[in-house]
């Protein structure tokens, strides 16, 4: 027998790190809940149309698909099965897929659901997504997300509520130092109409994307590879030298200074990125949290105004968080003008943050926290009637369910990493009496039921 | 664009739903920890070696195959392409597969984990699990399965703690009129023992398995294509008969009563299903919710000793729970001789049984309690203000996002179906008095920003 194993890019998730994933998520859910939005689910497997063609080319690739079930040969595609031809023979053979994002499974239940929902609707998901990337650090072929969206509304308020959002489960989980980047894509567009490149629009935001990975110099290069010229290539680059300063105020005024001032749609974008900042300051947004980038472009396609991701100093991965305005989204699968605005938390990469600043909090131990001996063949009654009493009080609570040496039922009660362990054996059927042992101080007391009971709910 | 649509045997989950499912998913979990049992997962993509030959050949049928990414083709096995094989070209076009139960991946787990874990290793993990059956009623090819399992102890206390943790969720859950069916797979091999068709032990448990489907004359039918005499199948038939008396402890002695009385193995597994339903009635399981079934078989073949099964009397489903004891689960991959005990919650056909005797709590609706409107434009900061306060409360509200007539606003917060409107606009600003509304009763009141918080809290 061959040693069993995973696939590359996936992941086990024992006892230490699901109770972790399980706070974050309690967190989570709690914030999104509290600021109103409301949970949907929707299937791990689409049908392949509703994806494909959504992510660009790379991305088709990199969905995973379903073979169908049964004798799938039976209806292959000849032609394609005599060429070899894996893309035309698809189709045959498979019409399922795994879903590669929350949102355009989100769009499509828009959609599809748009007679039950009251608009502007709120909702949040938590689900796992798959990519047939490479594996690689901090990049899995199976994650999760967790997204809140408002759709069907154009004001600003949303963006504000999303900003707020951000702070409120950030700050929940403990994350040290997350600043929320803010920036607008028609700030963008204004800047590329100035410098008289609107029609490389695209190639603008795919190249200031990347800024991360390939820095300043790859974004000229990348620039100048996709034909520009060097004044336009100096115009681009001349807004990073806006992120000198660190006051978001100076940063959005620098921005303006390059727009054209009888540009109306981009002033206008001006005037409501400067409110949506005073705003989010305002209600309570540490202005230590949020900063505005104008170099900020977010590679989708579907984003029209605002656009946000979170980085955290210090840490060692990229954005924990993303999102932005799009103006129609469901547009995709034939409702049209639906305007809304979105952000995903990146429950990997953040966890992953945590991690690395040790940051998880203590309640985030859901193991049990205390385990009950059973010292010899007559105990089994004693063992129950504590263990039962222990749950009843809402202690997480097992017993060692056969009777073993002491010194292995204390080594197992350390491996768990209870709190307490109680002995039920003779002493406590002659005396009424239980030893109860406090593991971090070594502290052992005989008392009766009523008293260990007090002793572990005070102490925990 | 076509209208968009899901695979058939899958659901998208709306709000309502959603919120009852993560309000079991919450009692259950809670129970899990209460009773020390620790949350592992494990990815939904399994290789197709791990899961292949584990569930029977019909069962390998029903498993969702993953296309290998990229140009799948250029590695297609030519001969099985030449003859159109499917089953043949399959390993060289798929080497991944959505897991089909919980249990083979939680065996697969704790082989690989073996040396980080601290046996009795207790876990509970709640997945979705994916089968290619053909979709009906109450059955999806997508669903939730939350098991809890107790491996590396032959105690038959690890029993009773899943006979009380059935008890603890489903009265947790608040399911009417559950029964916790239990036999023993040693049972069923003592009777068959006496019965002398030991070697068609297989056929037995297969036969009985189906009663439910097929009734008494299909399992007679099904014995005698199997090949067993008129003889055989009465005496098969007798344990039927038992069924006529309600008590548990009369069935269990007329099961006693069939077996030989030398038969060690058969005598021992009687007085251990004995003692297990006299503790599980000492420990606080109410005996009526408790029933002796003999004709119980469970299809599975890893089982080897207690077998358990729920029902709900007058639900329109079948078992929602299942599980056993299992002697050698992880010899599978390669590790003998670990015995354990586990059970699975059917989640989806306990929502369906809830559904149907609507016994969702009020406290499963987690949709905003507050909806804060927005009366003229420059009642913005008062909306932030309000709904801010109101969130910091941890109340559960959003706002209106702009400037709408009055009753559509009002038509909104009906379809969400919060309990409260607070306005803002003029008044509030002159008076710095809030009009707050009871959507229930329609009463109206002109109330302090802390007054309206206090009349919230207290009534939600």
Redesign the interface.
């Given at each position: 027998?061959?040693?069993?194993?995973?696939?590359k890019g996936?992941?086990?998730?024992?006892?230490v790190i699901?109770?972790r994933?399980?706070w974050m998520f309690s967190i989570m859910?709690r914030s999104f809940?509290?600021?109103?939005?409301?949970?949907?689910?929707?299937?791990?497997?689409?049908?392949l149309?509703?994806l494909t063609g959504k992510y660009g080319d790379e991305g088709d690739?990199?969905i995973?698909?379903?073979?169908n079930?049964?004798?799938?040969?039976?209806k292959?595609n000849s032609n394609a099965?005599d060429s070899?031809?894996?893309k035309a023979?698809?189709p045959s053979?498979?019409?399922?897929a795994?879903r590669y994002d929350l949102t355009v499974p989100f769009a499509?239940?828009v959609?599809?659901?748009r007679n039950?929902?009251?608009?502007?609707f709120?909702?949040y998901q938590m689900q796992?997504v798959?990519r047939?990337d490479r594996p690689g650090k901090g990049r899995y072929?199976?994650f999760t997300q967790c997204d809140a969206d408002?759709i069907g509304?154009?004001?600003i308020?949303?963006e504000?509520?999303l900003m707020?959002l951000f702070n409120e489960v950030l700050s929940g989980l403990g994350v040290p130092g997350y600043q929320i980047m803010v920036n607008d894509r028609r700030l963008l567009n204004g800047l590329a109409r100035s410098w008289g490149i609107e029609s490389q629009f695209s190639d603008l935001t795919v190249a200031l994307d990347k800024w991360d990975k390939i820095g300043e110099d790859g974004v000229r290069k990348e620039l100048h590879e996709r034909g520009m010229s060097s004044e336009q290539i100096e115009n681009v680059m001349s807004i990073f030298d806006l992120l000198d300063s660190q006051d978001v105020f100076a940063r959005l005024k620098g921005v303006q200074a390059l727009l054209l001032p009888e540009d109306e749609e981009a002033q206008n974008a001006h005037n409501e990125v400067l409110k949506l900042l005073e705003?989010a300051i305002?209600?309570?947004v540490p202005i230590s949290c949020i900063s505005f980038d104008p170099t900020l472009a977010r590679g989708l396609n579907y984003y029209t105004g605002a656009i946000f991701e979170v980085r955290v100093k210090d840490a060692p991965v990229g954005s924990i968080c993303g999102g932005g305005r799009y103006a129609n989204l469901t547009g995709i699968?034939?409702w049209e003008g639906m305007s809304g605005v979105g952000i995903s938390f990146g429950a990997d990469r953040i966890y992953d943050v945590l991690e690395h600043f040790q940051a998880f909090p203590v309640e985030s131990s859901?193991?049990?926290q205390v385990?009950v001996l059973m010292l010899d063949h007559d105990a089994?009654a004693g063992?129950?009637k504590m263990t039962?009493a222990l749950?009843n009080k809402?202690?997480?609570?097992?017993?060692y369910?056969?009777v073993a040496k002491l010194k292995k039922q204390m080594k197992?009660a350390a491996?768990?990493g209870v709190n307490f362990v109680v002995m039920a054996g003779e002493e406590e059927r002659l005396q009424k009496e239980w030893t109860v042992r406090h593991m971090e101080t070594g502290q052992q007391q005989q008392l009766s039921e009523a008293a260990v009971l007090d002793l572990i709910r005070t102490t925990l």
């Amino acid at each position: 027998m061959s040693k069993p194993s995973i696939p590359k890019g996936t992941r086990d998730f024992g006892p230490v790190i699901m109770a972790r994933r399980n706070w974050m998520f309690s967190i989570m859910r709690r914030s999104f809940e509290r600021y109103g939005f409301q949970p949907i689910e929707t299937p791990a497997m689409e049908s392949l149309s509703t994806l494909t063609g959504k992510y660009g080319d790379e991305g088709d690739q990199l969905i995973f698909k379903l073979l169908n079930n049964g004798d799938f040969m039976a209806k292959a595609n000849s032609n394609a099965l005599d060429s070899k031809d894996s893309k035309a023979l698809l189709p045959s053979i498979s019409k399922k897929a795994l879903r590669y994002d929350l949102t355009v499974p989100f769009a499509r239940f828009v959609v599809m659901s748009r007679n039950d929902l009251a608009f502007p609707f709120r909702r949040y998901q938590m689900q796992t997504v798959w990519r047939g990337d490479r594996p690689g650090k901090g990049r899995y072929q199976e994650f999760t997300q967790c997204d809140a969206d408002i759709i069907g509304s154009e004001s600003i308020l949303c963006e504000l509520d999303l900003m707020q959002l951000f702070n409120e489960v950030l700050s929940g989980l403990g994350v040290p130092g997350y600043q929320i980047m803010v920036n607008d894509r028609r700030l963008l567009n204004g800047l590329a109409r100035s410098w008289g490149i609107e029609s490389q629009f695209s190639d603008l935001t795919v190249a200031l994307d990347k800024w991360d990975k390939i820095g300043e110099d790859g974004v000229r290069k990348e620039l100048h590879e996709r034909g520009m010229s060097s004044e336009q290539i100096e115009n681009v680059m001349s807004i990073f030298d806006l992120l000198d300063s660190q006051d978001v105020f100076a940063r959005l005024k620098g921005v303006q200074a390059l727009l054209l001032p009888e540009d109306e749609e981009a002033q206008n974008a001006h005037n409501e990125v400067l409110k949506l900042l005073e705003m989010a300051i305002d209600s309570g947004v540490p202005i230590s949290c949020i900063s505005f980038d104008p170099t900020l472009a977010r590679g989708l396609n579907y984003y029209t105004g605002a656009i946000f991701e979170v980085r955290v100093k210090d840490a060692p991965v990229g954005s924990i968080c993303g999102g932005g305005r799009y103006a129609n989204l469901t547009g995709i699968f034939g409702w049209e003008g639906m305007s809304g605005v979105g952000i995903s938390f990146g429950a990997d990469r953040i966890y992953d943050v945590l991690e690395h600043f040790q940051a998880f909090p203590v309640e985030s131990s859901t193991g049990p926290q205390v385990l009950v001996l059973m010292l010899d063949h007559d105990a089994e009654a004693g063992v129950l009637k504590m263990t039962s009493a222990l749950r009843n009080k809402g202690i997480r609570a097992s017993a060692y369910p056969s009777v073993a040496k002491l010194k292995k039922q204390m080594k197992y009660a350390a491996d768990l990493g209870v709190n307490f362990v109680v002995m039920a054996g003779e002493e406590e059927r002659l005396q009424k009496e239980w030893t109860v042992r406090h593991m971090e101080t070594g502290q052992q007391q005989q008392l009766s039921e009523a008293a260990v009971l007090d002793l572990i709910r005070t102490t925990l």
